[in-house]
């Protein structure tokens, strides 16, 4: 029979309900609805005529991805701000379940577009240099130029444009 120590039995549980719960317990957990991935989905189901506030779009995001949310709170642990997290696949299957359908275009693309009403996009970026620091933002209501989002002091990384159409209309 193997022997534990009550020490490694209460160290393993509170280990394990560290990495289980993200630094939650010990800062404020900044809520998923606030940050930019639900805020620009919600820019975009407005223009494209869907009823969807951001607190359900987080909330369905955060039911309909059980792994990234694992991963969400996992990350957290090292930084609160990563539980603001909404990986690409979560917003494009956000997008579909709402008959929006994404198209990847590489920025040279997307420069060639002919700008109009129905030209709209959800675009991930970040500053360079900081890598950590990404950002979704939904073209062309929260930027007009997504590769100077960042100012000219913080260059701008574009890393994935997806432009959107709405399929299926009723």
Known sequence: MIRVSLSKIALTIMLF?????????????????????????SYAF???????ARYKISKEI???HKAYSLLRDVLSV???????ITFPQEMKDELVKYNIKTRLVSLGEFKEL???????????????????K????????????PSSFFGSELQTVVDKIYILTRTNIN
């Open 17 to 41: 309900f560290l990495f289980t719960t993200g630094c939650g317990v010990f800062q404020e957990r900044k809520p998923h609805y606030n940050s930019c991935g639900p805020i620009a989905l």
């Open 46 to 52: 407005r223009w494209h005529d869907v009823k969807s």
């Open 62 to 64: 955060l039911k309909d």
């Open 78 to 84: 090292f930084s609160p701000d990563l539980n603001e």
């Open 114 to 132: 002919k700008k109009d009403r129905s030209t709209t996009a959800i675009i991930l970026l970040h500053p360079k240099n900081k890598f950590g």
């Open 134 to 145: 990404f950002h979704w933002l939904f073209y062309p209501t929260q930027s007009d130029s």
